[in-house]
């Protein structure tokens, strides 16, 4: 099956796991990406800039009802949920979409959210990955996403900043791979290269 | 049959039901937000399927009171996203002055944070008096809190700090008084606002502005909606009216696209240009 799409979430310790995998992924990456980072709800710009520095591919903040297209790093916009929704029965593009619901798991963005809709959106089609982080958010998107037959990747917790939140998701029994951080991106190059 | 077309087919029936059966409208609301929503109320009535919960709210009206609160999302605060208010004072003020009398809707009001953070900086301008506000929501219950204008205290170091980002020229405090832990919004601030119901879903246009607000209400929306939305407002603002959106919403891609202008800022301020 292929993959065609491919959600990451990650808190405390994020940044410098991101610019790993995100270093990893060539220019011809063929699958978009998106990203839910916990941070401050009145963060500016600062974020996607940085991650930029380390991606071949665009990084960009989505708009509402924004097309998902390959060759672009989506990264969930500050104080918003991001979800992924196919635009109608007849038109079965999957688009972003955005909320302003209140936090899951203390958090908007929420990892959960872009995780189970995601999951909603491309079921078998689809890898998660779980990094670093101080709590348990995406441990239940995860389960949805292994429900519908989609693939997740847990950070190996002794290469994470904080290794709670990937302890959990393994806790859990919701990962399918648990790798180095370093492993990461060579494994969704070999997923998504056919 | 997959599980969540399934899904979406009980989601439909749910909706379509209580569009015949009450009146409400939610079936171009934007789908992944509303499915989580909708599983959020069926946790809460301790019931276990979409189905269930259709059963539950067309035979109790009580259950159907419940499903509205919950649908209506009611997150604001004053001076939200103050960098949208700093570019209001630096951008939008300019323009608006060179009007003799300004209209301004306010669509998607809520418990009216954001209208009295308008009219605070309208004041502070020297255009208030020139001004009448719309505010308008769907929701009767949070136009109640919105005419009121009581607001918890604790909230007031929050929105003192907005307020001061957003280029508030005074002592924040100076615009309420404070009593059993609520802060209470001076009387005047509201002498040129009109609180109403409106439903953006079915209601049309009512009168013609200079300026509409409307931020984070079209994400709720799918684009079919949206549409209808954009065709509204276009017929309510006058030429070289102004639209304020939210943060990540946009004019693009929408077919009044080539009808606007963004002001400069980086906020969503489009400009009517035809």
Sequence with gaps: ?194 | MLREQLEDIEIQLLLEGIHRYYGFDFRNYALASLKRRIWKIIRAESLTSISGLQEKVLHDPECMERFLCSLSVNVTTMFRDPNFFLMFRKKVVPILRTYPFIRVWHAGCSSGEEVYSLAILLQEEGLYHRCRLYATDINEMVLKKAKAGIYPLDAMQYYTQNYLQAGGKKAFSEYYTSAYEHAIFSSYLKENIIFSQHNLVIDNSFNEFNIILCRNVLIYFNRFLQQRVFNLFHESLVQFGILGLGRQETMKFTPHEQDYEQLEGGEKFYRRIR
Aim: proline share 7%; charged share 20%; hydrophobic share 45%.
């Design chain 1, 1 to 194: 099956m292929t993959i065609q799409f491919i959600a990451i979430g990650t808190s405390l310790g994020g940044l410098e796991a991101l610019e790993v995998l995100l270093a990893g992924l060539p220019k011809n990456f063929p699958v978009p990406v998106a990203i839910v980072q916990h941070r401050h709800k009145s963060s500016d710009d600062k974020l996607r800039v940085a991650l930029q520095e380390y991606s071949a591919l665009v990084v960009t903040e989505p708009q509402d009802k924004e097309e998902i297209v390959p060759g672009y790093i989506y990264l969930a916009p500050a104080d918003y949920h991001l979800m992924i929704e196919v635009t109608s029965d007849a038109v079965r593009e999957p688009s972003f979409s955005l909320c302003v619901d209140a936090a899951v798991t203390y958090a908007r963005p929420s990892i959960d959210v872009l995780f189970e809709t995601a999951a909603d959106t491309y079921a078998e089609r689809l890898i998660a990955v779980l990094l670093t982080g101080a709590n348990h958010d995406g441990m239940q998107g995860m389960r949805k996403i292994k429900a519908r037959g989609g693939k997740t990747v847990v950070q190996e917790p002794s290469t994470a900043a904080c290794p709670i939140m990937p302890e959990a998701a393994i806790a859990a029994g919701v990962a399918d791979k648990v790798l180095p951080l370093a492993d990461i991106a060579p494994y969704l190059v070999k997923m998504c290269n056919f």
